[in-house]
Each structure stands twice: as structure tokens, then as C-alpha cells.
Nanobody
Framework: QVQLVESGGGLVQAGGSLRLSCAAS????????MGWFRQAPGKEGEFAAA????????RYADSVKGRFTISRDNAENTVYLQMTSLKPDDTAVYYC????????????WGQGTQVTVSS
């Protein structure tokens, strides 16, 4: 059973940056692809970014491509989401997720961290 704890959210002005972290425990971190998802108020959750177990590949939603960067440190059991050029539309609760078999399917989820971007 993998436990995931996100941190790093907060309030930032439009155009600013934040780095989210997600610390994993309870499993072998390098066995899992990792992803970040987000859910804005009143909207369905959406995929943001994902990374393979060895960082060989990453993929992004079109809405964040070029502004967000996902990375991981297997020695620290942590995945990151560096967010730049933030927009009010990026306001959401951000969740990290772990997937053992695929980077399209995630079995474990964190509790989320709030990101609010003011205009």
C-alpha cells in the first residue's frame, strides 16, 4: 500500500511560480509511474502531468505544456511539479498519484494540496 502526501500549495499571483512535492511511502517508489492531476471548483478532475518510473519519459496536458515540469527523485521517494507562468485558471486542488502497471492508470492517490492563483 502506497501512501502519498502532497505539499507546496498556496496562494500566488498570476505569472508566479510554485513547486509542489509529493512524498511517497509504503512501497518501492521506483516501481511506480507518477502523475499529477487537478480539480478546479465545480469542475471534473483532469490530468496534468506524468512521468515514468525512471524519468525516461514525461507527458503533459496541453493546458500546462511548456509551463509545468514534472520530475522525480527516486532516492528521496518524491515527485515534483514545478509550475511557472501560473494563471487564475490553474487554481485547483492538485493531487499526485502512483501507477504500478502504467502511466495511464493510477491506483494510489494523495489527499491533495490547494493552489490558488490570483489575478
Amino acid at each position: 500500500q502506497v501512501q502519498l502526501v502532497e505539499s507546496g500549495g498556496g496562494l500566488v499571483q498570476a505569472g508566479g511560480s510554485l513547486r509542489l512535492s509529493c512524498a511517497a511511502s509504503g512501497g518501492t517508489f521506483s516501481d511506480y509511474a507518477m502523475g499529477w492531476f487537478r480539480q478546479a471548483p465545480g469542475k471534473e478532475g483532469e490530468f496534468a502531468a506524468a512521468i515514468t518510473w525512471n524519468s525516461s519519459s514525461t507527458r503533459y496536458a496541453d493546458s500546462v505544456k511548456g509551463r509545468f515540469t514534472i520530475s522525480r527523485d527516486n532516492a528521496e521517494n518524491t515527485v515534483y511539479l514545478q509550475m511557472t507562468s501560473l494563471k487564475p485558471d490553474d487554481t485547483a486542488v492538485y493531487y499526485c498519484a502512483a501507477g504500478r502497471s502504467s502511466w495511464y492508470r493510477f491506483e494510489y492517490w494523495g489527499q491533495g494540496t490547494q493552489v490558488t492563483v490570483s489575478s
